[in-house]
T-cell receptor, first 115, second 111 residues
Framework: DSGVTQTPKHLITATGQRVTLRCSPR?????VYWYQQSLDQGLQFLIQ???????AKGNILERFSAQQFPDLHSELNLSSLELGDSALYFC??????????????FGPGTRLTVL | TQLLEQSPQFLSIQEGENLTVYCNSS?????LQWYRQEPGEGPVLLVT?????EVKKLKRLTFQFGDARKDSSLHITAAQPGDTGLYLC???????????FGAGTTVTVRA
């Protein structure tokens, strides 16, 4: 158990819909990262937050957005869903957002299926 | 974007055999991490290497960071079925907050 929690574990929805994925980082961690993992593209970095502020952005679509709240939990919002958005979405946390090693601890993931 | 290439993509061996997975890049990394991921679960951090030429051992797993900090290898001795999984390397540049992940090597150890 990494200490990172994600809900829900599974999500099935239809094209065009909007969903929210939730992540709680390990106790004491200030940074949260979101990743998308699909069979054909591996683990893709989406976005990082540090202590409530956006710190780094990866290949995140404009239809996707995220935020980190004062209690440090984070939410990833996916809208206008398409079939290709079906994937595993992972949240990870690390101690800080500094230029240190940033060893990341991953949650169990949310499996999103868009029908 | 710092690209990490892992090889081989797939590896299937018999229990008791040794294996090596490689992680290569043209970029220099301030640190490199190895993760293992089982199907349907999140990646689990195995080790972080920081210094060029560094070698770290974790039971039957040996990790090496290249002298120039551009590449790394993972060697497993006497592999067991429990070593089966997707092995991912991830590098961090000195001016980056994020990690860049390789595509992974899927290792299958047959009993």
């Amino acid at each position: 158990d990494s200490g990172v929690t994600q809900t829900p574990k599974h999500l099935i929805t239809a094209t065009g819909q909007r969903v929210t994925l939730r992540c709680s980082p390990r106790s004491g961690d200030l940074s949260v990262y979101w990743y998308q993992q699909s069979l054909d593209q591996g683990l893709q970095f989406l976005i990082q937050y540090y202590n409530g502020e956006e710190r780094a952005k990866g290949n995140i679509l404009e239809r996707f957005s995220a935020q980190q709240f004062p209690d440090l939990h984070s939410e990833l919002n996916l809208s206008s869903l398409e079939l290709g958005d079906s994937a595993l979405y992972f949240c990870a946390s690390s101690v800080g957002g500094s230029l240190a090693h940033n060893e990341q601890f991953f949650g169990p993931g949310t499996r999103l299926t868009v029908l | 974007t710092q690209l990490l290439e892992q090889s081989p993509q797939f590896l299937s061996i018999q229990e008791g055999e040794n294996l090596t997975v490689y992680c290569n890049s043209s970029s220099v990394f301030s640190s490199l991490q190895w993760y293992r991921q089982e199907p349907g679960e999140g990646p689990v951090l195995l080790v972080t290497v920081v210094t060029g030429g560094e070698v770290k051992k974790l039971k039957r797993l040996t990790f090496q960071f290249g002298d120039a900090r551009k590449d790394s290898s993972l060697h497993i001795t006497a592999a067991q079925p429990g070593d089966t999984g997707l092995y991912l390397c991830a590098g961090k540049g000195s001016n980056d907050y994020k990690l860049s992940f390789g595509a992974g090597t899927t290792v299958t150890v047959r009993a």
